[in-house]
Structures are given as C-alpha cells and as structure tokens.
C-alpha cells in the first residue's frame, strides 16, 4: 500500500448566498500518496477550484467547510488554530495558480517576493535567502536568474511568471504543491516546458502535487492517479490508465469520446448534449441525469453512491459495476 | 478532373504595424500573402501575440494596413473609400472569442440577431426581421422561447450561438471565426464546433478560423496557415501539414500537444527552449532563429522566402 501524504475524507464545502446554497465541494473523499502527481479533471464549475481552496484555508465569504476531514500526514488541517495552519499553508503545502499575474505583488520585484517567502518561513538572514532564490530561480529553468531577480513582474513573459510562481511555492520544499490549472493561460510550448519541470520536480525532490485542469490531454500526460468531478462530486477515479482505457462512469466516457484525435479528421465530433447544471438547482437524482444517454428511471430519483469496481477503480453510477472482467 | 479553386480573399505583401512611439512599431503582420478559397476553411494558428486576430482584422479592414493590398474576389477593398467599401461589410462577419463580452448586455437576444439586419435594411418590416431572427436562432439551436431573453440569462455556449446568428444574418460570403470556441468548456466547445460546420454547409460559407488549438483546427479546417512573430512559417493542406509537418516550428508545435493518451507518454518530448520574441524588436533573419535548435548563419542572418516543399509552402533555408 502506497503511503498517503494527503487524504481528504467526506469534504463538504458550502457557498451560503442569498440565493440558496451551492455545493461546490459535495461529500469529496481523494487520497495523494506520497511522490505522486494526482489530478482533478472537470468542466468549469464543478468545484476543482474549490477543493483546492478548501485544502489551503482560501476559501473566502460566503464559502466556507461544512464538514470533512483534510489529514495531512495523519494531521486534521481543519482542526488546526490559524497559527499552525498558516505555518503548513507556507511550509507544507504551496499552490501555484492559473494566472501568476494577479497572484504576484505588481510593484514589488519578483525576487525580492520570493525572499520575502523565505523570510516568512525560515530562520536564515537576508543574503543567505537571495541565494536560495537565485539556487530555486535555477533550479526552475529560470535564465539569467540574477538579472530576472530585479524584474518586476510585468516585465515578465507569462512562461516567466509561471515559473517564478513554482519557484516560490518550491522555496520551502514543500511536501505538496497544488497546482491550479497551471498552464491554461500559456502557450502549447511553454506549457510543455512548464509541465515537464512540475514532473522533473516531483522526481527529483520527492514532493506531491494535486494537479487540477479541464484539460485531458495534459492529465494523460501528468498524472498517476485521476479524480473526475462533476457538479461538486467525485463521479469516477481509478489510476490514470485504468481510467482512460476503461472509462465506466457515462460523464467520463463522453468527455474522452470527445476528444478531437490528430491523426484523423472527423466528420462530426462525438458531443455530450445539454450543458453543466446550476450548483443550486440540481436534479433531485444523479446530478448527470438530464444529460446521460444511458439514464433509467431510478437516476431521476435516486443519487448513486460511489461504486468500489476494485483495484482503486471507482464510478459513481447505478449502471451495473461487474462487467470489468470482461475487459480482462 | 481537379476542381478549379475561386479566390475569394487575397492579400499581397500585408504589413500592419501599430506605432509605440516616434521610432518602434509592433510588427503585427510582416509582409504576409494569401489566398482563402471559396467555400474553405483556413485556419491560422500560431502562439499568443504572433498576430493571427491582427491578421485576420487587417484582411476585413477593421484595421488599415501599413502596406500591401486586399482583394475581394477581384476588388481591391484596401484601396476603397468607406462608402465603396460599405457594400462589401456585409458579405464578411466576425465571430469573437468571448461570448461575454461580445453581446450588448442591454439587448435582447432579438435585437442582437436583428440589429445587422435593421442596419442594412434587409427586411421589410418588423414582424419580417423577427421572422428571420427566429429562422436564424431554429438554424443555431437556440429555443425560440428565449427571443427576448438578455445574454447574461444564457451560458457560455449559448452565448456563442447567438454570435453565430448574428454573424450569418445577412449571408455574408467570410466569416472571420477568432477563437470562437476557446472560452467554452469542453462538452461545449464539441457541440459548437459541429455546429459551425454544419452553418458552413448550410450557408455554403468561407471560414477564417483562428484558434491556438492545434485539436480544434483539425477538426473543422481544410487548410492550415502556422504563424510565428507576424511570418508564415508553413501553410498548405491540413492532411498534410499534420501528417507530416515540415518546418521546425510546426514540429515543435504538433510535438507540444499534450495528447491525451498515457500510453504515449513515456516517450521523450523534444521541447522547445525559450520564450517568444518581442514583436517590437523581432529577430533579424529568420524569426524563429532565436528558439531555433537548427538556426545557422545563413538563419541568423537572410529571412527565408516561402517556397513549395513536400506539397505545401514552407519559410525554412534548411528544408
Ligand atoms: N462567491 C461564490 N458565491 C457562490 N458560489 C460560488 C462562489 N464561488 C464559487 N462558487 C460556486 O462554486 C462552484 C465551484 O467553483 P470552482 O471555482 O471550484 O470551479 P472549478 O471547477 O475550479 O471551475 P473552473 O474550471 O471554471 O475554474 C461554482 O460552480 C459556484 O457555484
Ligand atoms: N490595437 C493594437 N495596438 C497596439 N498593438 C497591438 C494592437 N493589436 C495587437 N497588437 C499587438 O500586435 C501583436 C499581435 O497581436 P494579435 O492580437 O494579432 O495576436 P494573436 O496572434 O491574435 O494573439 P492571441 O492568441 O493572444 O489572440 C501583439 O504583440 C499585440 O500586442
Ligand atoms: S446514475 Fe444514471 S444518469 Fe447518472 S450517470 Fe449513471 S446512468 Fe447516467
Ligand atoms: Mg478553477
Ligand atoms: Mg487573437
């Protein structure tokens, strides 16, 4: 058995607006195990964002954690005081965002930034820091790196940006980096360029990521284990090949027929009809039901729990779950 | 027997230049020719700021060129007059990127639709422009119930089906297609592309599709233009570009494509170094020298002309 860095049980978190409550996180359980890159796949909206959040205390009015466990080494981070949850924030945990522009401080120079990181978190002087910088800004494929320690972030390429982000979330080694659709705003050749230093890191220095992206593609290119998640649940997860080879839940088979092959052109593309619900307004059964070409009578009135298909391969659907021998 | 090809837009020696101060100019498109043929699909693609939205602006003259020409089937439309070249607007449209930003908040999804036809007077009367509107939203899959709905009260795809309607109201011959599916999510994004394809058939259109996914071009282009820093870089037949790319850049290009198979992952990516050059200062020589592995004097020096290579046209000394 793989040992688990990370292990969230029964996450529930709410948005409690004027409108009525949203589920954003509904009742997620998933597991990082130690030196693995685990993903999150799902369309806009379905809660990637906020699991993530939920795992960093980020959560902002009127969203906040209804109930759940989030154990980090065996440690509750729920029932932490805000003074050791800010030390695991800084020193154990990191996340890099979609946009490093508006995470990064405009007016203040990007290495003075992650000497401020270091600073924050650990016992060393300032010269000692700027080397540790300059050592990261290096190890991040960063060129030039006492030149770009004086840039401020605007005069940086995005690529750029993205790898000063890594470069702080890397400065207090962290045992996890979380990293929010990490390449959406990059360009296919840097996005390539930063996806291999997020593997190359978690090789070398033995550190986890939990890597969310609606992206397919670059969750079959990264990732050892897949979580898919649809409006607020975990819908489907298995290991990466178990789970692009033999997709079972009806979501996740249409988001992979979906996918456009390069090696031939199509006619017409494989669709899923109707689009994501309204978190608040779900279907009173299977939150998927109104979209499923497989749906039976019990989906609209039923929520299917979470099927065990064995070998850490799961689906969250009322479909029979034995057939998988007849894959074999 | 080949079928003969009709021209329908052309450009010859296309520069446009936006000016940062007295002395530099973002070079946006560089001294670029092409043809788009009737009833096709070319698509450029290239990285962010490479000017493909430039270009495609600059060929419909809602940019005035620096230099060079543009000619509609044999109408040179960037030498006309605003009035001469009022009855061409019409027969070339846009459809935008981000469906949020791209509707009037304040109209209703009628009024939307109808207001290319209002501005041209193409209907008869009131009920005549309502009657077509609610023709275009049957053609894109819009519920009929939603004809006075306001855009906010619509999702992402929606939203962009009705920027298809509104597109195609007065049958234009182009469309002008900027990233129209990039914002949409991926269940979405399958369902609109089917339905620009069928609008396509449908309407018998000529489509400038514009995207920085390499999947999305497959799909629906005929023809594919690869662009880097205001340059072709290699421009010919889709089926034969993807199968076999042929400049250094598409290949580092096609070979960046997370490919959504982790069987294929294992094998050892070659990637490209370095980041795009500054469009203000751009490389003498070839463009792409600066990230190129391949790069000689010769590249560093003398900007290589498009010629014909394995089928298509190619901008490269070493192919
Ligand atoms: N401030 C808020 N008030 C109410 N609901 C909110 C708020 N912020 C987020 N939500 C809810 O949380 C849900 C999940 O959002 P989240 O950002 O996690 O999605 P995501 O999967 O990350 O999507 P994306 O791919 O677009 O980033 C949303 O559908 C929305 O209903
Ligand atoms: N109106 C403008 N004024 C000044 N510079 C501009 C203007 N429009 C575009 N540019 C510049 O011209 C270059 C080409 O931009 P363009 O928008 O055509 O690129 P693009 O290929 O469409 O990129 P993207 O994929 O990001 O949309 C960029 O450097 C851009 O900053
Ligand atoms: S539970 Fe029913 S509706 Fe939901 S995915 Fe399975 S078959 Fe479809
Ligand atoms: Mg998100
Ligand atoms: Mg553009």
């Known amino acids: 058995m793989e040992e688990k860095l990370l292990e969230i049980n029964h996450l529930k978190s709410y948005f409690f607006t004027r409108k009525g409550v949203s589920p954003a996180v509904d009742d997620v359980s998933l597991a990082v195990p130690k030196g693995k890159i685990v993903g999150i796949v799902g369309e806009s909206g379905c809660g990637k964002s906020m699991t993530a959040k939920s795992i960093m205390d980020l959560l902002k009015y009127p969203g906040r954690i209804v109930e759940g466990e989030i154990l980090l080494d065996g440690k509750d981070l729920t029932k932490l005081s805000a003074r050791e949850r800010r030390r695991v924030r800084g020193e154990d945990v990191s996340m890099i965002f979609q946009e490093p522009m508006t995470s990064l401080n405009p007016v203040v120079k990007v290495g003075k930034q992650v000497r401020e990181a270091i600073l924050t978190h650990q016992k060393v002087d300032r010269a000692e820091a700027k080397r540790r910088v300059l050592e990261v800004f290096r190890q991040v494929g960063i060129s030039e790196p006492e030149k770009r320690y004086e840039c401020y972030p605007h005069e940086l390429s995005g690529g750029l940006r993205q790898r000063v ?57 990264m990732c050892d284990y897949v979580y898919v998640m649809y409006a607020g649940k975990i819908v489907e997860q298995g290991d990466v090949f178990t789970l692009f080879d033999h997709p079972r839940h009806p979501y996740t088979q249409g988001l992979l027929a979906s996918i456009i092959h390069l090696d031939e052109q199509r006619e017409r593309l494989s669709t899923i009809p109707g689009m994501v619900p309204n978190l608040m307004h779900l279907p009173e059964g299977c939150a998927f039901c109104n979209r499923c070409g497989q749906a039976m009578d019990c989906c609209r009135t039923k929520k299917p729990e979470l099927y065990d298909l064995g070998g850490g391969h799961a689906f969250r659907c009322f479909l029979p779950g034995e057939s998988e021998a007849s894959h074999a | 027997m080949r079928e003969e090809k009709k021209v329908l837009l052309r450009c010859e020696h296309l520069v446009k230049e936006f000016p940062v101060d007295r002395k530099r100019a973002v070079h946006a498109v560089s001294d670029i020719s092409l043809e788009i043929y009737e009833g096709e699909c070319l698509a450029l693609v290239g990285e962010s700021g490479c000017g493909k939205s430039t270009l495609g602006r600059t060929l419909i003259q809602l940019h005035e060129p620096t230099s060079g020409k543009v000619f509609f089937r044999d109408a040179e439309i960037s030498a006309m007059k605003p009035a001469q070249f009022a009855q061409y607007r019409r027969q070339m449209q846009m459809i935008f990127q981000d469906p949020y930003a791209s509707l009037d908040p304040r109209m209703t999804v009628r009024d939307i639709i109808a207001e290319p036809l209002v501005t041209h007077k193409v209907c008869e009367s009131k009920e005549a422009v309502t009657a077509r509107v609610l023709e275009l939203m049957d053609a894109v899959g819009v519920p009929r119930e939603f004809l006075y709905r306001y855009p906010h009260q619509f999702s992402g795809g929606q939203r962009q089906r009705i920027g298809i309607a509104r597109a195609v109201a007065l049958n234009p ?90 069987h294929l992952r294992e094998q050892e990516k070659t990637l490209l170094e370095g980041e795009i050059p500054s469009p203000i200062d751009p490389p003498k020589g070839c463009r792409f020298h600066t990230r190129c592995p391949y790069a000689t004097d010769r590249c560093r020096a003398e900007e290589p002309a498009l010629r014909e290579v394995k089928g298509r046209q190619v901008a490269c000394h070493l192919v």
């Not at chain 1, 990293?179 to 291999?196: C, G, M, N, S, W």
């Not at chain 2, 309407?203 to 996914?213: A, M, V």
């Not at chain 2, 076999?244 to 850049?249: C, I, L, S």
């Open chain 1, 165 to 221: 982000m890594i470069a702080m979330a890397m400065v207090c080694r962290p045992k996890l980096m979380i990293a929010d659709e990490p390449t959406t705003a990059l360009d296919v050749t840097i996005e390539a360029q930063i996806l291999k230093l997020i593997k190359t890191l978690c090789e070398t220095t033995g550190m986890s990521c939990l890597l969310i992206s609606h992206n397919l593609g670059v969750i079959a290119q």
């Open chain 2, 173 to 262: 011959s182009l469309v002008i297609c900027d990233e129209p599916v990039s914002a949409l999510d991926v269940s979405v994004q399958s369902q609109v592309l089917n339905l620009l394809k069928d609008i396509q058939a449908n309407y018998g259109l000529t489509y400038l599709f514009i995207s920085h996914d390499l999947s999305v071009v497959r799909f629906i282009s005929n023809r594919v233009c690869v662009m880097f820093l205001g340059k072709i870089c290699e421009i010919g037949d889709s089926e034969t570009i993807y199968r076999d790319p042929v400049h250094p850049y598409t290949k580092f290009l096609m070979n960046a494509i997370p490919i959504a198979n982790p």
